[in-house]
């Protein structure tokens, strides 16, 4: 079984550019979650998607955050403008759901933002 | 929301000693904790989990504890090995497979000496 697939892997940019990531979740996994790990710190939730409805975006920053899941498969995260402290691995995760409650993580995109 | 404390930080054991990582949790709704490992470059990967109508749950060389009245929950390792050597976090939620994502601790690196 494939995993979940993200690109790019590394993402190097200037303050105020804007940046997207990627995601192609585990076949068939109807549940699919942002987050953002910054350096030292465990994975925080920006939003989560069930098939290409919003969940939860509580901690999204909206102003400047946005993510899209067409067709309830693939998703993309966008930055715009990036401020310094979005520096962080943003990582991509998927699940079915049910009885087997488990997360499959991306490896993630490292983030930096100059 | 929910918060979780995760100590120690970092923790050193010589290799075939035993490994203990606690949780603290707030929300007295949460009924589900997994332990992710996080190993350098990589997404983090589920290696046990345990739901609040379980005591203790156990896998080979991992078990976990859980006490539902402290709001608290521990990792065990035991016989560690080097391949031991990661970042581990505990995390918790109400649902993961509905509206609630997971809420992570900030991660113990486990340090595993010949």
């Known amino acids: 079984e494939a995993g979940v697939a993200q690109s790019p892997r590394y993402k190097i940019i200037e303050k105020r550019q804007s940046v997207a990531f990627w995601c192609n979740p585990i076949s068939g996994h109807a549940t699919l979650y942002w987050y953002q790990q910054i350096l030292g710190q465990g994975p925080k939730l920006l939003i989560q998607?069930?098939?290409?409805?919003?969940?939860?975006d509580s901690q999204l920053p909206k102003d400047r955050f946005s993510a899209e899941r067409l067709k309830g498969v693939d998703s993309t995260l966008k930055i715009q403008p990036a401020k310094l402290e979005d520096s962080a691995v943003y990582l991509c995760?998927?699940?079915?759901?049910?009885?087997?409650?488990?997360?499959?993580f991306g490896p993630g995109t490292r983030l930096t933002v100059l | 929301g929910e918060n979780v404390e995760q100590h120690p930080s970092t923790l050193s054991v010589q290799e075939g000693d035993s490994a203990v990582i606690k949780c603290t949790y707030s929300?007295?709704?949460?009924?589900?904790f997994p332990w992710y490992k996080q190993e350098l470059g990589k997404g983090p990967q589920l290696i046990i989990d345990i739901r609040s109508n379980v005591g203790e749950k156990k896998d080979q060389r991992i078990a976990v504890t859980l006490n539902k009245t402290a709001k608290h929950f521990s990792l065990h390792i035991t016989e560690t090995q080097p391949e031991d050597s990661a970042v581990y976090f505990c995390a918790a939620s109400i649902d993961p497979g509905g509206a609630d994502g997971l809420t992570f601790g900030k991660g113990t690196h486990l340090i595993i000496q010949p």
């Open positions: 998607f069930q098939n290409n409805g919003v969940v939860d």
């Open positions: 995760a998927s699940s079915t759901r049910g009885l087997a409650y488990e997360q499959f």
């Open positions: 929300d007295s709704a949460s009924n589900y």
